[in-house]
């Protein structure tokens, strides 16, 4: 009996379970571009544009290699315009009444799936280091689930920046060594850079039609679209950038939307690259004597460790996990998330990168854009539509636990011990952001203080009650109790202000 095998667009990898599990002489493989997955959120145009023209590229990859493959365009009037309406579509087509399917990063699709009337084989998605399986007996029984244990158990298991049984370069974490303000200059052209080709450019006219008001911009458009680009994306950040990513790995620049990460999040999460070849080439970096250990060390944690414990928190915590709010907040996102004017320059070039390349590293992400919403008390399920939206590397599995746990302490603390929230201060530190902005990151209070400053003590204040008992806040606490009554007064009276301002629609 004929089968088919689906390929999702974030499944672009010939050695994913269902394909493996399939028989390319008899079985059909299933490609879609379908409206449901375009339009559950409002993606970034560059994040549609990317995932349709590396499907399209995948789908040639296959055929050459022999798998009979029905690919279907987001302008084919036949489409049903869902992925399980495809599936039906194309069972009536071919006769198959089997669905071979790699479980999706998403709850959403998962359950769709789920009540497809086909009989679908959901196989577990082996691109990851850990199974789910791996995670839960790591999690089983332990009271918290810090990374920072999760990933020496991958470093063990894996054997990756590993010297026998001890770590290499004598250290498991060299992250006091990563943490260097933002550099004067960056010396580096930053990521490789790909001139559309044909398939691109007609997506990219497709994508210009179809989806005209979602926000960002669709071109420049110069992401890599298939694996040989992906890997000349990876080696060009190997060679050029990797030896300074410990460094300067929390720094932010104004004028430079890079600095030394290296841009492949999106092809790692679409199946372009997979991360143990990622992470044997920085480790082959460090042995050759081109990279230092904090850089390489610093790098493959964020791949095995956070990311594979992402999705571990993700799979395990369930479909809920995106509508948490333990802190109960319930502002209304903010216009100037979406490009309306801000006089904050950290926050005005953070979204005007995010509008122009779907991309802001991870400092913009997690202590401006979204230090901001938690300070300023945004519903954390805004928060996750934003990000969800406006990243060429987002997909819930990922995109949730770092913004409703690390960033928004949405899920009470199973992800970050604190939250994550700074005054204007750390940005001051690590970026040249308040040199040209309309705020004073000095001053405190009135007119012109920096409004990180203000929201940062009001942001204690309210959630006194749950934070003050923490130790790693205590001394926060201890700060704004030694200030005299009247200037924590003010404090509270301009943070409240400020934030009427917010929702009254005015520019801040
Ligand atoms: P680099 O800084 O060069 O890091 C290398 C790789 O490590 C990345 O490509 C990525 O695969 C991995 N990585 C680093 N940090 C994380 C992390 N916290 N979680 C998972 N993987 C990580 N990453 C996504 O892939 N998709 C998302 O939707 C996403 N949303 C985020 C939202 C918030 C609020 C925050 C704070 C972080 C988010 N991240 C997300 C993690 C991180 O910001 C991005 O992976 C990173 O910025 C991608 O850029 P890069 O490839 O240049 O990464
Ligand atoms: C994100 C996305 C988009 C925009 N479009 C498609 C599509 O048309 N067809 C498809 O198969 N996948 C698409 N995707 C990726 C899916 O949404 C993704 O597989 C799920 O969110 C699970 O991670
Ligand atoms: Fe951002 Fe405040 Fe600095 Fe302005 S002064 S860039 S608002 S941190």
Known sequence: MRRLVLVLGDQLCEGLAALDAADRTRDVVVMAEVRDEATYVRHHPKKIAFLFAAMRKFADTLRDAGWDVRYTRLDDPANAGSICGELLRRAEETGAQEVLATEPGEWRLIRALQHCPLKVHLLEDRRFLASHADFDRWAEGRKSLRMEYFYREMRRATGLLMEGANPAGGQWNFD???????????????????????????????????????????????????????????????????????????????????????????????????????????????????????????????????????????????PDYVTRNVLGHARALPAFYWGAETRMRCLAKAVEQTRDEAYAHHIQRLMVTGNFALLAGVEPHQVHEWYLEVYADA????????????????????????????????????????????????????????PFNLLYWHFLDRHRARFEGNPRMAQMYRTWDRMDEDRRATVLAEARDFLDRIDAGETV
């Open 176 to 318: 006091h060594e990563n943490r260097k303000p933002a550099p004067d200059e960056v010396a580096i052209e930053g990521p490789l850079r790909f001139e559309p080709d044909e398939t691109v450019s007609e997506v990219l006219d497709l994508v210009e039609r179809a989806f005209p008001s979602n926000f960002g911009r669709l071109r420049p458009f110069w992401f890599a679209t298939d694996r040989a680009q992906a890997l000349q994306a990876l080696d060009r950040f190997v060679a050029d950038a990797l030896p300074r990513f410990g460094d300067y790995q929390d720094a932010m620049l104004d004028n430079h939307r890079f600095l030394y990460h290296a841009v492949i999040s999106l092809y790692l999460n679409a199946g372009l690259l997979e991360p143990r070849e990622v992470c044997e080439a920085a480790e082959a970096a460090w042995r050759e004597g081109h990279a230092p250990i904090n850089a390489v060390e610093g790098f493959i944690r964020q791949i095995l460790g956070w990311r594979e414990y992402v999705r571990g928190i993700y799979f395990r915590e369930g």
């Open 395 to 450: 997909y819930e599995w990922v995109e949730a636990p770092n913004v409703i746990g690390m960033s928004q302490f949405a899920d009470g603390g199973i992800i970050a011990s604190k939250p994550y929230v700074s005054s204007g201060a750390y940005i001051s530190r690590m970026s040249d952001y308040c040199r040209s902005c309309a705020y004073s990151v000095t001053k405190k209070t009135g007119k012109g203080a920096c």
